[in-house]
């Protein structure tokens, strides 16, 4: 099957955008993709921060959406209306370098090709995880961010496996490298709540986003993934090494269930996150 793109555009975007994300989405849909993949991806490129939030907020509120703050990345994903969307904004991208932005259009149309349907962005929670939860601290409202946060990990951990698959992977090292490049945000964050048990897991679920795709690519043995996995413990150096070596093999675990459904991985990874007691 043919993926066919559709780019919407916001006025005022510039023509060298857009032809550098057709480009650069090509690059990836030439590949051999999924035996499943969309017939179509929706390339949604805004002119304003503030565009792109209000109409996150929008869709949220029209369809009863729980996340966590999506502008906060370089490119978002989703399916919430039934097919695959990818939403960048050019206000956002504008300082980022060609390479970093060419490594992040492999990565969302990837999402796209493996995460285009409904399933990765509804989430349950049985008994058991909210049980768990609460018994850690976390009340429905936490519950669902450290599993909303969790979801990111495992879908990027899938993300840069396949384009390690299809000879791509190389690129995702230096999306990998810039957004480790400044963790002040998380340093302060970690700082708040290091002591509080239930809002602990969540910091360091949002810190396993790079964690694990760096780790999948260091197993996949990527040329500078070990060079990029130091990078990362140097960036997170304000994290005790005891922390940081749970957090390793956290991930190394996670690999683990890489065969099992997409619900499963994500309920097995959130109840070993929250009542590890090491972490």
């Keep these: 099957m043919t993926t066919r793109i559709e780019i919407q555009l916001s006025e005022e975007i510039q023509t060298e955008l857009v032809a550098k994300v057709q480009t650069w989405a090509k690059e990836v849909l030439e590949k051999n993709g999924p035996l499943a993949a969309p017939p179509f991806i929706s390339i949604n490129i805004w002119r304003r921060m503030d565009e792109l939030q209000s109409f996150y907020q929008q869709e949220k509120q029209e369809l009863g959406v729980v996340t966590g703050e999506e502008t906060e990345f370089l ?59 609460r018994f850690c601290g976390l009340d429905l409202a936490l519950l669902q961010q450290c599993v909303y946060m969790l979801s990111v ?17 190389f690129g995702q ?19 708040v709540v290091c002591a509080n048990p239930a809002q602990r897991k969540l910091a360091l679920a949002l810190f396993l986003k790079t964690l694990l795709p760096i780790e999948a690519l260091v197993a996949l043995r990527v040329e500078r993934a070990e060079i990029i996995k130091n990078q990362w413990k140097e960036a997170y150096r304000w994290i005790s090494e005891t922390i940081q070596k749970g957090l390793v093999g956290f991930a190394h675990n996670t690999m683990a269930y890489k065969d099992k459904p997409f619900q499963q991985r994500l309920e097995n990874v959130t109840l070993k996150l929250i009542s590890e007691a090491s972490l």
């Design 173 to 191: 090292l230096h999306l990998l490298e810039y957004l480790i490049s400044d963790t002040e945000d998380e340093r302060r964050i970690w700082e």
């Design 75 to 133: 490119a978002t994903h989703e399916a919430w209306r039934g097919h695959p969307r990818i939403h960048i904004c050019q206000e956002r991208v504008k300082d980022v370098p060609d390479v970093v932005l060419q490594s992040v259009l492999h990565h969302e149309i990837s999402h796209a090709l493996h995460h285009g349907t409904p399933e990765f962005y509804t989430f349950r929670y049985s008994i058991k995880l909210q049980e768990a939860g």
């Design 153 to 169: 990990a495992i879908k990027d951990y899938d993300v840069v496996t396949w384009l390690t698959d299809i000879g791509l992977g």
